[in-house]
């Protein structure tokens, strides 16, 4: 498996893991960590949100 595709598959299951958590206990680790909306948490939402349109590549990938 290529880094790249690596790296979008762990942002991909950091996302859902800090979705469950909002849905479940309405608790945003993201935003616990890096604060409110920072610039840190946007580029983190931004790559996750990057990695999970990679995620669809992976799908349809069948090396």
């Not at 950091?14 to 309405?26: D, H, K, P, R, V």
């Not at 949100?49 to 669809?56: A, D």
Request: charged letters at 10%; hydrophobic letters at 60%; glycine letters at 12%.
């Amino acid at each position: 498996m290529k880094i790249i595709d690596t790296i979008a598959l762990v942002l991909i299951i950091i996302g859902a893991i800090n979705w469950g958590l909002i849905g479940i206990f309405n608790f945003n680790l993201v935003e616990t960590v890096f604060g409110g909306l920072s610039v840190i948490s946007r580029i983190i939402y931004i790559l996750v949100g990057i990695s999970g349109l990679w995620g669809i590549k992976l799908i349809f990938n069948r090396d």
